[in-house]
């Protein structure tokens, strides 16, 4: 009976009314119609308590960052999100818990008119596992293997503001500062770059979520293009929070390791740079230009001297690793 009433309050909560929805929760499975001409883009993430998110994050942030960081590979895929499904594990039945993670999955799914369309409940240590479902016109997805020598490489919003707010968690530090707040937001209420996700189909060459840090994540697209990159440190954008509270090196090792920013990273063939400039105004973020993509393997980065960056242990951040 529990499980029963917990999936009624998730789906009273993220009730969405969609054509192409079929037949949603309540049955065996969902029966769902992908329209002419667009290729199905599937794409899963789990958050796991106390790796993903500080145990005694909110529940409804909790929900919240649970459909982001899915929505932000629907974003790198430039794909429009559509549907999803839920699989959730919970140590108890508490229906308080899961209206709130409810509310929080709710508010950012309507902003994309997502519909819910079916799950799992069960019970264990607390992990969310999200699916989500978009369309990309067909043969238009982002893909991360297109990136060629000369093009310039992007990134969308600001860089850092995550893995600074965990931070500032770990250290304690007073976070009742407009700067901190701000900073706390991006931890805990990513905002997938979904406008700029559709607005680069047919403009960008290779496109990537930052989920482990630029480095690591700009990496995957020079690996899976065959190509090498170079970074100007001093292009990389940071926000008013990040300069307000870290000084220049700890900025530097935040904007380019920090995990948890899903911005974007792309890049773009130098033909379609006007392209790209007009696509900006659809972006609900703005973009910089931080480097280029070259011949090689691997991400260097240059200081603003013109020299090179050492970059000893400057890694993302990767499961099973210690
Ligand atoms: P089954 O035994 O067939 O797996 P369940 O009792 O697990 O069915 O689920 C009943 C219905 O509720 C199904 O349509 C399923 O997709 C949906 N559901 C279960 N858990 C969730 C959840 N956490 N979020 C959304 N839908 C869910
Ligand atoms: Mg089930």
Redesign the pocket.
Known sequence: MA??S??QA??ER?AVTRDDVRL???????VLAIPGGFELIVSTDTLVAGVHFPINTAAEEIGWKALAVNLSDLAAMGAMPAWA????TLPVADIDWVQDFADGFAQLARQYQLA??????TQGPLTITVTVHGFVPTGQALLRSGARVGDTVWVTGTLGDAAAGLQLLGDNSDLGNDSSMALLKRLNRPSPRIAAGVALRGIASAAIDVSDGLLADLGHICTQSCVGAELAVAMLPASAALGALFDADQRRGLQLTGGDDYELCFTVPREKTAALAQSLVHFDCGAACVGEITGGDGVRVNKSDGGEMALPQLRGFEHFSI
């Open positions: 499980e029963f917990l999936i998730i789906r993220c949603g929760i309540g049955d065996d499975g969902a499904t839920l699989a959730l819910l369309v079916g799950g799992d409940t």
